[in-house]
């Protein structure tokens, strides 16, 4: 399947990318711990930093961008539920954000997707061990 950029799919990671801050936000609410507010702090800046660069993209590509769809978050009831929703979100993006860097040439397209690409994959790694650590308080 090719993930040659078109407005179709600059859409979905914009959306992508304002849903996974409307989740981390969730979150946030959920934790209670200070470093793992930190975490999700960090993580929502570089979400808020990819929401940016591709609506530029968007604008440079296509034009004005039109009015977004509302963010939504949804995730279990249980935090450790949010934050395997979280890790799956993003090992998903991680890859949708691959398939668009290799299938795409030119800078202005391939640099904020890799970018992006890269951050999904730390967060990914970050409440992977978040999520161990809340599994091992459980247990103890």
């Given at each position: 399947m090719?993930h040659?950029?078109t ?62 769809p ?13 934050i ?6 993003e090992?998903?993006?991680y890859?949708f ?20 690409m890269?951050?999904e ?20």
């Amino acid at each position: 399947m090719s993930h040659r950029l078109t407005q179709e799919l600059l859409l979905k990671a914009i959306e992508g990318e304002q849903n996974a801050i409307a989740g981390y936000e969730h979150m946030k609410s959920m934790a209670g711990q200070p470093e793992i507010i930190e975490t999700l702090n960090r993580i929502i800046l570089d979400e808020h930093k990819h929401l940016k660069s591709f609506e530029e993209l968007f604008r440079r590509k296509f034009g004005k961008l039109t009015e977004s769809p509302p963010m939504k978050q949804t995730c279990g009831p249980e935090f450790t539920d949010c934050i395997a929703q979280a890790v799956n979100d993003e090992l998903e993006s991680y890859e949708f954000y691959r398939d668009i860097v290799r299938d795409n040439s030119g800078e202005q397209i391939r640099v904020p997707f890799f970018d992006a690409m890269t951050d999904e994959n730390e967060h990914a790694i970050r409440l992977n061990l978040m999520f161990a650590q809340q599994i091992a308080k459980r247990v103890m």
